[in-house]
């Protein structure tokens, strides 16, 4: 592959619910919309208000000593799950649990709660218990339709099973001697079958 | 937008709400009376209608989508509208900012601080996802110089905008000056042989006509649709990747 999806901007919205606890929050509106004009506005609330922020906001405004923000973790990093976890990691679809629950579990040690080396133990070992899973699948699944094995994936996962498949398809094109047998780039074929979906449409 | 997007999460219910309002006034700093709007998931109903942020850096979220939904290294058009709008935001958000910093400072009034950093991360997520969408879309374009060769089809030029246009020719060229300057005199195709050669002719079948085609020793050769020939592997390596010719493996 000559390029490579730029995965740093996650798109599914990704948030947690935090809990806002600072008075100043409520002086926050004072903006001026793009007219200029004052725009009126209720107050938030002030102290101990719950919000559902956007992961970035949330880091952003985050602040250790002066205590701007309290997380409140979402379901999946708690302490009922954390026992499902530990129990059987492979059990779970993490797909719906949040498709990026690695991703946003790292992102959530950032806030400092004082669960932080379990969930980070979590994470890791529920890591370490699917992986052996999905390597062997993606290593074994040839010409076959995988979405069985796929929809459980989280995102990462999913991405190192695409990796496996990739490997698997060159080494198998490798073995019947197709590895010298030049094709028209992916890219080509793509473009033309679209042109011609678009042609019918 | 479609339902779909009124899944679980409350967050994507404000923000289809609000990207009316955007419509028909953009950017209006918004915390406002959700029991107006029809759909509220019965889990989220607890929370009090006037704890929501309004959603800047959506529009900018969704060039990136649009990027994604196009799999497989496909170029979309460039979509200058939306560029366009996020930079607007981002100049609307970051004088609104510079007011606030002159009165705090001036004023000494720290409890604008929290709005200032509010749309400080705003102003940086936008420029994480501005800098992300023109980022891939490079890495795109220099993926077409590899697989369509120098000269790409009207249609994918269309979809670029005039600045990625002259980065591509700019590439071409430091690619260009690279070959030249290794393996000796006449320098190396390294566009050539992606795939370990064989052989150095090989047999190919035409996919479409594609006119005449002249090979080194002067011999012209008409490609016409469905007519096999047996050509050296060299000349033939950039039309097969196009699709002019079939590479046939007895």
Redesign the interface.
Known sequence: ??????S??P?R?V?AEFELS?T??G?????????GQR?C?????SQG??????L??A???YERKRR?LSMELPKVYREGWRTVFGADPTVVDLHKMGPYYYGLGSQLLHFDSPENPEIANTILQTFIGRFRRTMDSSQNAYNEDTSALVERLDCLERSLFKAGQSGLNSFQLWEKG???????????????K??ITDLQA | MSLLTLRR????VH?ITTTKIYRE?????????LASYDFIPKKYRH??A????TMF?EKA?EL??EL?RMG???LPAFNEDGIRQVLEEMK?LYE?NQT?VNEAKTEGK??????I??????L??NQ??IA?YL??RL??I???R???GSVL?T??RFHMCAEEMEWFNQYKKSLATYMRSIGGEEGLDITQDM????SLY?EVRCLKDHGEFEIDDGTVILLKKNSQHFLP?WK??QL????VL??V?S
Request: charged residues 25%; proline residues 6%.
């Open positions: 592959m000559w390029w490579h999806r730029c740093c901007v798109l919205p948030y600072l100043a929050m002086a926050k509106p004072s903006g001026r919309n793009v007219q725009v506005q209720r107050r938030p609330g208000t719950k919000m559902e922020m956007p970035w906001l880091k952003g405004l701007v197709r590895s010298s047998h030049l094709t028209a780039s992916s890219l080509v074929i793509n473009y033309r679209r042109k | 999460n409350f967050f994507n923000v006034n953009c950017l209006r700093w918004y915390i406002g009376d929370l009090s006037t704890n929501k942020f850096c979220v990136i989508r994604h497989d290294g496909q609307a609104q606030d720290s409890e604008l601080i929290p709005s950093k509010f749309r400080h991360s705003c940086l997520r994480r996802c992300a980022y891939d890495l795109r220099r993926a077409l590899w697989e369509y089809p249609t994918i795939k370990p050669p064989k090989i592997r033939c390596e097969i990747r196009q699709g079939e590479h493996i």
